[in-house]
């Protein structure tokens, strides 16, 4: 990792090359991607086997591309006992946290004057595509994250779609799938499935909304299917930032960083620290730890390539920086985690203290992992079940109250040029 220290040339570039991630990593990528897109839209199943064949090297027949009932209860038998029940705690966990948002999202708002009545109702999505990564490991967490959500929040069908593998896919993806209650599965993946989502095939049907983390094609294409239909975010790589005042052993500082180093080659990790010293102890740890580590190759491509230590003055310095960069993971590794949490305006999620590694989040804790990326915690939110809600405004006036309102309208209407919106409420009150 290199390492940055605060008032030294450097230092401010690098910061800014991290604030400035988003449009480094996806615009250039749009050409190819809005090709495949046309091409999905215009032949539908064919494209979709034609380009599966070609990312994948799998070649699945029209009528296997959703996956049966039958093969999601053979997946049951596949999954070991143990992780079983593990996939169905953390369903559990998953489920329990959603439905306790949802308890204060999903409620009528009225309000009443004479002659008015105002009110606000919700309701959930009808039909939502999830996304679940496949090519380089499997993700029964994702499937978890993605679907229960929508689930509680009532929507009434979830579509599954996620990259064929030569093996089939994964059991423990196909289980936490039931788990969550997604209705119909597809083995297909790349921009070619969120094209399927989001227009529709003959296969695969249209989609209200998309949700669910992918490569940077994957991000690419919601990014140009958005307006078509809804998309929860546009997802970069994965990113971790952990501030250590010394008092968490760098063992678990080493830890924490490559487990996030060795989702991608082009995952962000960095250490901001007070102590110099003790960052050159969690890279001699980061280097023990990666030599015994099966994905050590892809761990330290992204920590040379992204991973830096950034070496600050104090906590007040770390906390301003952590701001500006606003990582998807926050850890704060420090004697006193809940005096600094004020001081946190931009995360994507926060982990607080010593015992509390990003990993547990990413799997048991009950708070969703997919969280916003590449800087967009500035203004986004983790997933959770207000994504699949959507509000409608119901409005009901009487003779009586609309004319309490007539000069007002006629006001507006005459400053906005609109002749034909006081008129609209002229004549219904000239009528006797």
């Known amino acids: 990792m290199k390492i940055y220290r605060a008032g030294e040339r450097g230092f401010d570039r690098y910061i800014s090359e991290v604030e400035g991630r988003l449009a480094q990593d996806g615009l250039r990528l749009e050409r190819g991607v809005r090709s495949i897109i046309k091409d999905v839209r215009r032949r539908g199943d064919k494209s979709l086997v034609h380009y599966t064949q070609v990312f ?14 039958t093969e999601v209860r053979e997946a049951y038998r596949k999954v070991p006992r143990d992780f079983l029940e593990t996939l169905k705690q953390a369903a559990h966990r998953v489920r329990k946290f959603h439905q306790l948002l949802s308890k204060r999202l999903i409620l009528p708002m009225k309000g009443e004057e004479k002659g008015i009545r105002l009110e606000q109702v919700t309701r959930p999505l009808e039909k939502v595509g999830i996304y679940v990564p496949g090519g380089k490991a499997s993700y029964p967490s994702t499937v978890l994250m993605a679907a229960i959500p929508a689930k509680v929040a009532g929507v009434q069908e979830i579509l599954m779609v996620t990259p064929p593998q030569k093996e089939g896919i994964s059991p423990a993806v196909l289980v936490a799938a039931d788990l969550a209650g997604v209705d119909r599965i597809y083995q297909v993946g790349g921009v070619q499935a969120i094209a399927a989502l989001a227009f529709g095939t003959e296969s695969i049907p249209k989609v209200d909304k998309i949700v669910g983390p992918g490569n940077q094609y994957v991000a690419a294409a919601k990014r140009l299917v958005y307006g078509e239909v809804d998309i929860d975010m546009v997802a970069g790589p994965s990113e971790i930032v952990i501030v250590s005042d010394e008092s968490t052993p760098p063992s678990f500082v080493a830890a924490d960083l490559i487990s996030q180093a060795e989702h991608d080659e082009i995952a962000m990790a960095i250490l901001i620290t007070t102590s110099e010293a003790f960052g050159r102890e969690v890279t001699k740890e980061i280097k023990r730890q990666l030599s015994s580590l099966k994905r050590r190759r892809v761990a330290s491509a992204s920590l040379h390539r992204r991973g830096a230590l950034l070496v600050v003055k104090d906590l007040e310095q770390a906390l301003k920086l952590v701001n500006r960069i606003a990582p998807e993971h926050l850890e704060l590794a420090v004697s006193r985690p809940f005096s600094l949490i004020k001081n946190v305006k931009h995360a994507g999620a926060v982990f607080l203290g010593p015992h509390t590694p990003e990993a547990i989040g990413d799997y048991m ?11 967009t915690a500035r203004f986004s939110s983790p997933l959770g079940v207000e994504d699949f809600i959507k509000r409608t405004n119901l409005v009901r006036f009487t003779k009586s109250a609309l004319k309490r309102f007539e000069k007002d309208v006629k006001r507006f209407a005459e400053w906005e040029g609109l002749e034909g919106h006081y008129r609209a409420v002229q004549i219904r009150i000239r009528r006797p």
């Not at 090297?57 to 996956?67: A, F, N, Y």
């Open 365 to 375: 804790a009950g708070p969703n992992h997919i969280l916003p990326t590449s800087g």
């Open 56 to 69: 994948d090297g799998i070649r699945i027949p029209i009528h296997q591309l959703q996956v049966k009932r």
